[in-house]
């Protein structure tokens, strides 16, 4: 992944009505240069409307987004035209074939001849359509391709930031990985990327920082590890009779493990994941285990101890 630490897109205070519904209630963002950004939130929670204010494609009520200190308005073509937007329906011409639309998509953006064709043969390549498939209409797809299809349009005019609403959804496992191998291809080239989605393992697998969004806020954004951090780490173990001796050992050395109902058996609640120390307490007493289960954090449990529900429900 790129490093490098400079704002590119930073929103402040922004508000978005739907009629009388607040869909987004003043959010404040900064999303850095070269990172994959992920915006993780439940059905509703107005992860597509902050895409379409930053992707220029609809004004916030009030406050302020800005893409390297240019605000961003639908009117500005310019500025719109360095972001690439995926969006969450499919956005291409059935009647078409994947090359088809590939290529009228980019003349779209002025792309003309032989910079176009190398262009278009590129991103087929990239999200895998280099093959017969580039050939066929696009309505004969399965659900994956035309995911792939739809993140190749948005990539066809070369953006400095590429938005996915949910690109995943509704593709095999196949397709998904294509489509998370062309996101890093992307990001490797130099791309910064904005991933929206309600999968909480594909933020874990893909982003290096996370907001998640809940009814219109943002109710978190930090690295993966730092928001991980929020939730705690149980462990459960028990060890053999022959060792439940040992326990006052256990205890002395861990003040924290509380011993179970049943004998032997014991667990452990920490911020940090305490494995490796009571792994390495139990051979140097050579005290030996019987099993041990480890309940490691995730973001759904970040998202249920920050909101009190699940993400996905
Ligand atoms: N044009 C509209 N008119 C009225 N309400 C809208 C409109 N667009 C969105 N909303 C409402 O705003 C809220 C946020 O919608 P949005 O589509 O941004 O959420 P989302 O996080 O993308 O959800 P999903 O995961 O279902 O795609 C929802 O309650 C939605 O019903
Ligand atoms: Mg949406």
Same mark, same amino acid.
């Given at each position: 992944?790129t490093?490098?630490?400079s ?10 009505l739907?009629g009388q ?5 003043s959010i ?14 439940p059905?509703?929670a107005?992860?597509s409307t902050? %895409?379409s204010?930053?992707?220029?494609s609809?004004?916030p009520?009030?406050g @302020?987004?800005t893409f390297?200190?240019t ?15 995926v969006p969450?329906d499919?956005a291409?011409?059935?009647?078409l074939t ?12 002025g ?6 064709t190398?262009?278009?043969n590129?991103?087929?390549q990239?999200i ?7 050939h066929?209409?696009?309505k004969?797809?399965s659900g994956?391709m035309?995911?792939?299809l739809n993140l ?11 938005m996915?609403?949910? +690109? ?8 998904r ?8 291809? @992307? ?7 904005i991933y929206?989605t309600h ?13 998640? %969004?809940d ?7 930090d ?17 053999i009779e022959?060792d439940?001796s ?7 050395s861990? +003040?924290a493990l509380k ?5 032997g058996?014991y667990s452990l609640t920490?911020?940090?994941?305490p494995?490796?120390d ?7 007493e050579?005290i030996?285990i019987?099993n041990?289960?480890m309940d490691?954090p ?5 998202f249920l ?5 699940h993400?996905?429900?």
């Amino acid at each position: 992944m790129t490093q490098v630490h400079s704002v590119i897109l930073k929103i402040d205070g922004v508000t978005k009505l739907h009629g009388q519904f607040r869909a987004l209630n003043s959010i404040s963002l900064t999303i850095n240069r070269g990172e994959i950004f992920g915006l993780l939130g439940p059905n509703g929670a107005g992860k597509s409307t902050l %895409l379409s204010i930053l992707a220029g494609s609809s004004k916030p009520c009030s406050g @302020i987004a800005t893409f390297d200190g240019t605000q961003i308005q639908p009117s500005n073509q310019t500025l719109r035209s360095r972001i690439g937007l995926v969006p969450q329906d499919f956005a291409f011409y059935e009647d078409l074939t994947a090359k088809e639309n590939l290529l009228f998509f980019g003349q779209l953006f002025g792309l003309r001849g032989t910079f176009l064709t190398n262009k278009v043969n590129e991103i087929l390549q990239i999200i895998g359509l280099d093959d017969g498939k580039a050939h066929q209409y696009s309505k004969h797809f399965s659900g994956g391709m035309k995911r792939r299809l739809n993140l190749g349009i948005a990539l066809v005019h070369s953006p400095d930031v590429l938005m996915l609403d949910e +690109p995943t959804v509704g593709v095999d496992p196949q397709s998904r990985n294509r489509i998370f191998e062309a996101i890093k291809t @992307i990001n490797a080239l130099g791309t910064t990327v904005i991933y929206t989605t309600h999968y909480m393992e594909e933020a874990e697998s893909l982003c290096n920082r996370i907001a998640i %969004l809940d009814h219109g806020e943002i109710i978190a954004c930090d690295t993966l590890k730092n928001l991980l951090a929020l939730t705690q780490t149980t462990v459960k173990f028990s060890i053999i009779e022959d060792d439940q001796s040992k326990e006052e050992i256990l205890i002395r050395s861990i +003040p924290a493990l509380k011993p179970n109902i049943l004998p032997g058996s014991y667990s452990l609640t920490t911020h940090t994941n305490p494995t490796p120390d009571i792994i390495n307490l139990l051979v140097n007493e050579k005290i030996q285990i019987i099993n041990l289960q480890m309940d490691s954090p995730n973001l759904e449990k970040v998202f249920l101890s920050l909101t009190g529900r699940h993400l996905r429900d």
